[in-house]
Structures are given as C-alpha cells and as structure tokens.
C-alpha cells in the first residue's frame, strides 16, 4: 500500500513506486521504537513535499562559469588593452553590468551580468546550515529569450560560441531545445530547502532562503502545504531523519559513503511537520536558529577522524591539539533533537532524553564502525603495497585520496592565497617543464624546459622571477595567473608557496612510505602525487 501511495504522489498515478524492504531486517530497535512512538506523524517525505533534482544543464563548461572580471580589471589596467584582450570596455566590466565569464575549458567570455545567476553546486563546500552567495562559487547561464530579441549583445554572441562547439546538439541541450531555447535553464524549480544525493560524516539539509538554483548534485525541497521553511529545515537536520536517511539510503562501497537518489527521499519517513503544534513549532524554529549561527560539524570529531592515522605515524601528541567534538554533543543539536521527539507525542522529559540516549548511542556506534571500516581499508591497501602487488599509479591514487580526505590543506594553490590588492601581470604558467630562474644582462624571468626548446617567461624584477618559480612547484599550472611584482608582496606569496611545497613533500613522504618500502616505487609514486597536486585541483574540505 505505502509502494502504491508513493506513486500517486511521485507519479500522478497509483501505481506501485517502490518499496524498502530490507529496513526490517537491518533497522535498529531505537529505529523501531521511534516510528511506534510517532505513529501517524511519520510519514514519506513525498507525501509533505515535492523532490526534485537540481539543474540538469547538458552541459555544464558552457552553462556553469566562473567570475573572472576581478582578476581581468587587476591584470590589464589600460582601458584600450582591456577592451582589445576581452573585447568589452573596461568600464561596463567595473561597473557590473558585463561579467567577464570563464568557462569550463578555461575561455573567457563578456556576458551581461543580467543574465547571470549564483548556482549552488554541491554541500562539499558549504559548512553553513543556511545557502548565501558566498556558496556559490558558480554562476549560471539564465537567459530564456530567443536569439531574435537579443541580437548583438554578448550573450547573443557567447551562444553562437556555443553552438559552434555543438554544446546545443548533446542529449540533454536537444531535448530541451523542443519545447524551449536550448540555453534556457530559467525554468528551474525554486525551493526553501535543500538536499544532497551524496552524504558522508555530515548531516545537513541547508535553508535556501533566496531559492537559489542549484545543480543536479543536489535536489530541492518544495513542500506542498505552505509551511515554515526554518521549521521543516529543522526536522530534516534532525537526527532522527539522520537515522532516516541511513534507513532509506544506499551504501556505496565500505568507507561510509551513501547515496540517497529521489525515489529513496520521496520514500524516507520524516516527522509530518503538518502536525506539529504552534507551540512544538516555535521550539524547532528557536532551535534551528541556532543552527544556523555555527558552522555543521561531523557526527564523529576531528580528534576521532584523526587518531589512527597520528597514532600509526607515532605523532599521538597531536591528537590533544584537535577537536573531539562532534555534532551529537552539540547542546543546539540535542534541544533540536528534543523538539522533534515531542512533536511526535513524547510529551515526557525524562522519556525524550532516554530516547534520545538511545538514538545518539546507535549512531556514535554507527559512524564509528563506518570509519573502522575505512580505516581498515586503507590499511590493507598499504598493506597490498608493501607486498609488491601495486604499482606506482596506485599507489598515489590512494595516497591523494587519503590527502582529500584527511590534508586539505595541501590541496591549497596559488590562486587561494592571493588577494588581488597588490598591482601584478598576468602570467601563463607552462604546464610542463621544471623551472629556472634566469637573472642575467639581458634577461629576467624563468626558462621552463631548458635551453633547447623551451620556453622563457619574462618578468619585471628578481622577486617576480622567484614568485614565479614557487607557482610552478605548487600549482596551478596552465592557467594564466595574477602574478604580483610588487617586491615585498611577491616574497611574502614566495615564502608561503615554499613552506607549502616543504609541508606537501614531508607528508607525501609520509604517506608514500607507509605503502611501500620499495625505493622506486617509492620515488615513482610520491613523484605523480606532487604532479596531481601541481595540476590544480579544487580545494576540497575534509570528512566530517
């Protein structure tokens, strides 16, 4: 019955949707006893709101840029060099109204900012239980007229750029072409709440106060009776829907990764805020808000996530320098928690705090066993390495995931630590070759590739050339960056990159080492880690 409600709702028609059988046999008795307490204030997500997926672009390098117009006011201040490199003059790009936009194949493109929109790409990013602009690290295409009103301007030509690179023949950019102008994403779903499809140590469900568009990493939250968004937001971060969702999702391999697709949302059991009374409702708006002024933390510490790795590595001293708070001994998180526990009826105190004892038990017990899990995983990756059975390519594979995981600070580039305030030039850096700086009679700059066939970037002052040299040894590379040749500020980013490098080669070392005792593979390995990281790779925060 509840497989053929959910499609009435999902699909308009009572049909069979779906089902979670395997809840029986797996659900913890704290599980049990919570849906027997709530009775009929549990009910499927689907049935309170409408779950969709975010923007489904077709082509994400032409529809998702990035806002390269402070980095291209810094670079070229002469207003005819402006307008001759980007092909718009320099004041519209200062005073807002044209966006110098870059692609996803690294283009640069004048787009009017009218037509332009902050998108949200995924929770990775964001530790705020509440969606603003400083998320957004994106912006989207969002123009719907057609191409006969818009003739002439710069978005009118950036789509003939699009279409000359076929973006508009793709599956999804020709099947949106039928009803609509293939560019046309403005025909995104607006909602109050989001959801994301991939989840780790971290449980959040942010507000979208402004209903920004977000992209099909994430879904969207429309609820179908108008209701207080801080309200629902609170009942969806609770951790009751955090059993929920482990209930309802899907495991994806054995380090602690799970999926939630649409249909597991729409299907998921949440407290039937619908019901809930003024007086409930008002306590989970005040506990919510006090969400929203910290930041989400994991439901294990950062001393915990820590430990086997410091304790492995004989640096046990360290682990007193972290954190070994997690999100259930939050005091806000526990009153959130109580909230919802007497919507559902327990109208006891003493009866909320043991249930609540009782659910914080199993999911300490659960997380920890997830990271068990994946701590043992890596150690038998290290262990296969050590045996001779892995090769170099490997090898690294793991250990840059281990650095993703647990040292995103060595993911930091060049282009993190800039403030663009100091004057500078714009400098490609070459993708290969080892850097030399060149200071002569002639000649200041750095040669990358030798002297045969290689290739010289010259530059204003020794301290330029040094800058540089230190770029190319961290990365990002094949990127044309603001370079600083202010003297002072040129040595201070030097001294930074080179600590950097020093602190990326001591642990890569570490890490390399762990796997293999092997002198060449070692070398070998450690060797395509530091080019990963060289290559620029987006920042990404640890598990929590």
Not at 97 to 120: D, F, M, Q, S
Not at 307 to 321: N, P
Not at 378 to 386: E, F, G, H, I
Not at 455 to 474: C, D, F
């Amino acid at each position: 019955m509840a497989g053929v409600l959910l499609g009435e709702r999902t699909r308009g028609r009572p049909e069979y949707a779906g089902g979670k059988w395997g809840i029986p046999l797996r659900a913890p008795d704290v599980w049990e006893e919570l849906l027997s307490t709530g009775g009929g204030k549990w009910r499927p997500l689907g049935e309170l709101a409408d779950v969709r997926f975010g923007v489904k672009s077709g082509c994400d390098a032409f529809f998702y840029v990035s806002d390269y117009s402070t980095q291209a006011l810094t670079e070229v201040a002469d207003d005819i060099s402006f307008e001759q490199h980007y092909g718009v003059s320099r004041t519209e790009v200062l005073a807002g109204t044209v966006v110098l936009a870059k692609t996803g194949n690294g283009e640069v493109h004048p787009i009017e900012a009218r037509y332009l929109k902050p998108i949200v790409h995924s929770l990775m990013d964001i530790d705020a239980y509440s969606i603003s602009e400083n998320h957004c690290d994106k912006l989207a295409l969002m123009i719907s007229e057609p191409r006969d009103s818009i003739g002439g301007t710069h978005v009118d030509r950036y789509i003939d750029w699009g279409e000359s690179h076929h973006f508009h023949q793709g599956a999804t950019c020709a099947a949106r072409g039928r009803a609509r102008p293939w560019y046309d994403l403005t025909q995104y779903r607006e909602a109050p709440v989001l959801w994301s499809k991939a989840h780790q140590y971290r449980h959040c469900a942010p507000l979208n106060p402004d209903r920004r568009p977000v992209n099909c990493n994430l879904y969207t939250v429309d609820p179908r009776v108008e209701s207080s968004d801080v309200v629902i937001a609170g009942i969806l971060n609770s951790s009751l829907v955090l059993l929920s969702k482990h209930m309802f999702g899907r495991p994806v391999g054995v380090e602690g990764n799970l999926k939630t697709e649409v249909i597991d949302v729409n299907m998921m059991l949440v407290p039937d805020w619908t019901q809930t009374s003024p007086k409930i409702a008002k306590r989970i708006d005040i506990a919510m808000r006090e969400l929203l002024k910290r930041n989400v933390i994991g439901q294990l510490s950062a001393r915990r996530m820590a430990k086997r790795r410091l304790v492995q590595r004989g640096r046990e001293a360290e682990l007193a320098t972290l954190d070994d708070t997690s999100e259930l001994d939050m005091v806000d998180r526990q009153e959130l928690d109580d909230a919802v526990l007497e919507m559902l009826g327990v109208t006891s105190a003493p009866e909320r705090q043991r249930l609540r004892s009782s659910l914080y038990a199993h999911l300490r017990d659960h997380f920890e066993a997830v990271r068990s899990r994946e701590e043992e995983a890596q150690d038998n990756r290290r262990a296969t390495a050590n045996a001779g059975t892995l090769g170099a390519e490997t090898v690294a594979n793991d250990v840059f995931a281990e650095i993703e995981s647990d040292y995103p600070r060595l993911l930091i580039s060049y282009s993190d630590m800039i403030r663009g305030t100091a004057p500078g030039d714009g400098k490609m850096i070459p993708v290969t070759g080892e850097p030399e700086v060149v200071i002569d009679l002639a000649t200041t700059g750095v040669r990358f590739g030798g002297m045969r066939g290689g290739q010289m970037i010259a530059t204003r002052n020794p301290a330029q050339a040094e800058l540089v040299s230190a770029i190319a040894k961290i990365g990002p590379r094949g990127r044309t960056l603001f370079v600083a040749y202010d003297e002072a500020e040129a040595t201070a980013l030097t001294a930074k990159l080179q600590s950097l490098l020093l602190e990326r080669q001591r642990i890569v070392a570490e890490l390399v080492t762990a796997r293999t005792a092997d002198a060449d593979l070692i070398a070998t390995a450690s060797s395509k880690v530091m080019a990963k990281l060289v290559m620029g790779v987006r920042r990404r925060r640890p598990k929590t």
